[in-house]
């Protein structure tokens, strides 16, 4: 009786030591990092200065809120991620579904190389990519200029603008939101659409009615994934904007690259990373609501 | 003519062949069972019906009218899945009225017609739940009753009891037998048990490797099974070898009388006899017995006791009801096996 309890306590503990790695992980490369930079915000303005202090204020906050500029930068990078996340959806979900549907096995690995293929390169390679098709000497450029749709010398502003920043960011946000997708279609019992089928309902009755509300814990914890990495992406802004879409992370760059002003860079990181955290907050709402009480 | 016709249906998944030429007739108002091992072709065949696969050659027909290529909703069929197939996302009155709702019903109709059907599967009350809160009987009622409340013309169950515990099981057997006899539906109902396709159906087929090997009542089936196939599948079985003779079936030196002895002479041939239709008792001078044996083994079960007797190199089993009046017949003891001649059949 007691050597059974004990073995009991042993193994509770020795579950608790499996944990201990990544929490020393967690601590080291988060909590200490976000923590200082939480620190260095509240910290008063000194160009060049990277140290923390004990002196605390709330200026760069009090500044920030007080700059439209600022403002119109973070109502940007939020309207950035769900204009993002929404085009991703839109277009992922139906390459998720038929990847998820065939059933043949390679077929399916073959598909879903493909879209791992698209992970594989380089970010900024990507984007060079994209830049040799949407650039005003690029791909779509000349061919309107060859098929006389625009005059010789003109071309048509493809990036360098919003619209190029979200089209580099569903590109990148893309297999993120297919794989994601994927494997919440793939655990929809194939019956429950058969069952919807044989009382009544026709094939695309069948997927509004099952298939898609189903599919929304998977849309919506896509949608946070891709939200959160177009608001915190840096180097999408920067090549496909031109540094002339300014989201937070571009402000972040210049104040902390080009005007080493630490403690302001972490005052818009922080409020950054506030936007990401309430993400996640209505997306428990939301998931709360869609498992019907419990998540 | 029936009611559910298969003509000539096959179905091949690449090579593999799942439903081999089948031929079926269903009447209406019957409650037909498909009984075969995992694998022979029962879950395809019930699929086809209800328009999840196309066969590959062959037609289906409901009431003389050719079914084959309508899409699943256009059927008229409901099934219950082996695994109920419950809408997670759903509360129990939402799962039970979406085919109301498909079929356009008004709201009165649509809460008059599920409350009523939640009433006919004693869940009264249970509309807000969702799947997760239900036992896995009350899972299996939620299914049924979703199927039901549309009123189909057929309605099919795979496996649905398979998922439950033996207790539970033996309930619902008898529950789904007593409202489908309520409600008059075609039922065709899969099963890999026999003690459930005896219990409940009005016929039985018997599948083997996407062939049916054998149409007829459970009694027909049970007691004049058309091959060992069947016989071995379904109840236990001995099986004795012989050979076919004038009177019968020749096993060893003994002609014992036997059903479906028909055949040349002396083809090699089953004896099946059951073990519990088989009568065992002290060697005497009176009646003449089946055979005469030795006994090799007793096992005492509680209800009944199974003797294992040696009768000319092959062993027959006998189940004897435990009861004191019946003489005690140790290991060793020579003995005389008795059973009414309907009871062997020849089989091939
Ligand atoms: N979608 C499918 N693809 C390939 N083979 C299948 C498919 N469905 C069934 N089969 C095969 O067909 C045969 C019959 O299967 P099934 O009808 O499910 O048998 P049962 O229901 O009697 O257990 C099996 O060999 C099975 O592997
Ligand atoms: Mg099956």
Same mark, same amino acid.
């Given at each position: ?13 020795? +579950? ?49 809120? #007080? ?33 998820? +549907? ?36 690029? !791909?779509?450029?000349?061919? !309107? ?18 619209? %190029? ?13 297919? !794989? ?10 194939? #019956? !429950? ?21 189903? #599919?929304?814990? %998977? ?12 608001? #915190? ?63 | 003519? &029936? ?79 082996? @695994? ?10 939402? @799962? ?17 017609? =599920?409350?009523?059907?939640?009433? /006919? ?56 037998? @007593? ?29 083997? /490797? ?41 096993? &060893?030196?003994?002609? =014992? ?35 005469? &044996? ?18 000319? &190199? /092959? ?34």
């Amino acid at each position: 009786m007691s050597a059974l309890s004990t073995n009991v306590f042993a193994q509770a503990r020795m +579950k608790w030591l499996l944990v201990v790695p990544l929490l020393a992980f967690f601590v080291v490369f988060f909590v200490i990092p976000v923590g200082l930079l939480f620190a260095t915000s509240l910290n008063p303005q000194a160009i060049g200065q990277v140290a923390v202090t004990a002196d605390l204020t709330l200026d760069n906050y009090l500044r920030f809120f #007080s700059r439209s500029n600022y403002l119109l930068a973070a109502g940007r990078s939020v309207i950035l991620g769900v204009i993002v996340a929404a085009i991703t959806v839109v277009v992922a979900y139906p390459m998720a579904y038929v990847i998820a +549907k065939t059933e043949h096995p390679g077929r399916n690995t073959f598909l879903l190389i493909l879209v791992l293929a698209a992970m594989q390169l380089d970010m900024v390679i990507r984007l060079y990519g994209m830049m040799v098709i949407l650039g005003d000497e690029g !791909l779509i450029n000349q061919m !309107l200029r060859g098929l006389g749709l625009i005059g010789a010398e003109s071309s048509v502003q493809l990036m360098y603008n919003f619209m %190029g920043v979200v089209m580099g960011l569903v590109q990148f946000a893309l297999p993120f939101m297919i !794989l994601t997708l994927v494997g919440v279609i793939r655990g929809i019992d194939p #019956s !429950l659409e058969e069952a919807a089928r044989s009382l009544g309902a026709s094939r695309r009755r069948a997927f509004l009615r099952v298939t898609l509300p189903m #599919s929304m814990p %998977g849309i919506l914890s896509g949608s946070l994934l891709v939200f959160a990495l177009s608001i #915190s992406s840096y180097i999408v802004p920067a090549l496909m904007g031109g540094f002339r879409v300014g989201v937070l992370p571009i402000h972040i760059f210049q104040q902390v690259a080009e005007g080493a002003r630490f403690q302001f860079g972490a005052t818009i990181a922080v409020i950054l990373f506030v936007l990401s955290a309430l993400a996640v907050a209505i997306y428990l709402r939301l998931g709360r609501r869609h498992s019907g009480g419990l998540a | 003519m &029936g009611f559910v016709q298969f003509k000539g249906v096959t179905k091949t998944f690449g090579k593999s062949v799942a439903v081999d030429t089948m031929d079926l007739d269903i009447a209406r108002g019957e409650f037909f069972s498909l009984l075969g091992p995992s694998g022979c072709g029962k879950s395809t065949t019930l699929r086809m019906l209800a328009g999840f696969v196309a066969p590959s050659t062959g037609s289906i027909h409901v009431h003389g009218r050719d079914i084959t290529r309508l899409p699943p909703e256009a059927r008229d069929i409901g099934i219950v899945f082996q @695994n109920y197939a419950i809408f997670p996302h759903m509360t129990v009155f939402d @799962n039970i009225a979406f085919g109301l709702v498909e079929r356009g019903e008004n709201r009165a109709d649509i809460k008059r017609k =599920v409350d009523a059907a939640l009433d /006919q599967v004693g869940l009264g009350g249970f509309g807000e739940r969702f799947e997760r809160q239900l036992s896995g009987g009350q899972k299996q009622r939620v299914a049924l009753a979703r199927v039901l409340v549309i009123e189909p013309e057929i309605l099919l169950l795979d496996e649905p009891l398979s998922a439950l515990d033996k207790k539970m099981r033996e309930e619902m057997k008898f529950w789904i037998k @007593n409202i489908q006899k309520s409600v008059g539906i075609t039922t065709i109902y899969v099963t890999h048990d026999q003690s459930e396709a005896l219990t409940m159906s009005d016929r039985i087929a018997v599948m083997n /490797q996407g062939r049916i090997l054998q149409v007829g009542s459970p009694v027909e089936i049970y007691e004049r099974p058309n091959s060992r196939f069947i016989a071995e599948f379904i109840g236990e079985s001995n099986l004795l070898s012989g050979r076919l003779t004038a009177g019968g079936v020749r096993v &060893g030196d003994t002609v =014992v009388p036997a059903a479906q002895a028909q055949g040349a002479d002396g083809a090699e041939v089953a004896l099946l006899i059951r073990p519990e239709q088989i009568r065992l008792e002290p060697v005497t001078e009176g009646e003449a017995p089946m055979l005469t &044996g030795r006994v090799a083994d007793e096992v005492y079960q509680g209800a009944l006791r199974r003797y294992q007797v040696e009768t000319g &190199g /092959q062993t027959v089993t006998v189940e004897v009801p435990n009861r004191p009046d019946l003489a005690q017949l140790p290991p060793g003891a020579e003995v005389a096996l008795y059973w009414t001649p309907e009871s062997g059949v020849a089989l091939r």
